[in-house]
C-alpha cells in the first residue's frame, strides 16, 4: 500500500501547456519534499515544504503545501521540454523517507 | 550536499547466483538507504543502514535475501542474495544531509538483470 498517492501517473503534454500534478496521504506529515528524477540518474531534490497552506516558487514552478498537511500539488507553468522526467514526491516518517507512486511527464516540443 | 559513487553501474546475472552493490559517500553520514526502483517507476525502500548496527528492514524485505554491510561512516553494501528475474531492478543507495534541511542525494543506481 502506498503511503503517498501521486496523480496523474503519466501526462504527455505540448510545450508551453501547464500541469499540475497531484500528492495526497490520509496522513499529516512534518514536512513534505518534491524530487525529480531523469533517465539513469538518481532522483534530485526540488523543494521540501514544512508549514500548512505554505507556497513557494522556483521559476516556472509552484509547490503548495494543503492546510492540514495532508496533501501537495506541483504546478509547471510553461511547461519546457527539459521539465521531462519523473516527479516524485516524498515524506520522512521516524528518519526514513518514503516516496509517492510518481508521475512521469513528457513534454514534448 | 553529498557525492555518492555506486559500482557496479549495471550487471546481468545468472538466476541463483548473488550480486553486492558497493555505496561510496565522499563525507561522512550517519544513515543510509537503500531503494529498490523499477525503471519508470516509484522508489521502495529496503532498509536503512547506521553504522555499528545492524540494518532494519522494511516490510516484504528480509536480511536473508538483502543482507546489508555498513564498516563505517562512508561506505555501505547491499548484496542481493539467489537472485531471481523478479529481482531485476534497479538499485539505489541514498544518504540524508541533514546540512541542507533533510535533502537526500543519490547515487546513480546499480541496474541489474537477472536472466
Redesign the interface.
Known amino acids: 500500500t ?1 503511503l503517498l498517492e501521486q496523480s496523474p501517473q503519466f501526462l504527455s503534454i505540448q510545450e508551453g501547456e501547464n500541469l499540475t500534478v497531484y500528492c495526497n496521504s490520509s496522513s499529516v506529515f512534518s ?1 513534505l ?1 518534491w ?1 525529480r528524477q531523469e533517465p ?6 526540488l523543494v ?1 515544504v514544512v508549514t500548512g497552506g505554505e507556497v513557494k516558487k522556483l521559476k516556472r514552478l509552484t509547490f503548495q503545501f494543503g492546510d492540514a498537511r495532508k496533501d501537495s500539488s506541483l504546478h509547471i507553468t510553461a511547461a519546457q521540454p527539459g521539465d521531462t522526467g ?1 516527479y ?1 514526491c ?1 515524506m ?1 516518517n521516524f ?8 508521475t ?1 511527464l513528457n513534454v514534448k516540443p | 550536499s553529498a557525492v ?1 559513487s555506486q559500482k557496479p553501474s549495471r550487471d546481468i546475472c545468472q538466476r541463483g547466483t548473488s550480486l553486492t552493490i558497493q555505496c561510496q559517500v565522499d563525507s561522512q553520514v550517519t ?1 543510509m ?1 537503500w ?1 529498490r526502483q523499477q525503471p ?6 529496503i532498509a ?1 543502514a547506521n553504522q555499528g548496527s545492524e540494518a532494519t528492514y522494511e516490510s516484504g524485505f528480509v536480511i536473508d535475501k538483502f543482507p546489508i554491510s555498513r564498516p563505517n561512516l562512508t561506505f555501505s553494501t547491499l548484496t542481493v542474495s539467489n537472485m531471481s528475474p523478479e529481482d531485476s531492478s534497479i538499485y ?1 543507495c ?1 544518504v ?1 544531509d541533514r546540512d541542507s ?9 546499480s541496474r541489474l538483470t537477472v536472466l
Do not use: C, H
Request: net charge negative; glycine share 20%; proline share 2%.
Open positions: 502506498q514536512s519534499q524530487y539513469g540518474e538518481g532522483p534530485v531534490l521540501t519523473l516524485l516524498a520522512s528518519n526514513k523517507f518514503y516516496f509517492g507512486s510518481g512521469k | 555518492i544513515m538507504f531503494y519508470g517507476q516509484s522508489l521502495t525502500l536503512t539505489l541514498s540524508e534541511g533533510g535533502e537526500l542525494f543519490f547515487g546513480e543506481g
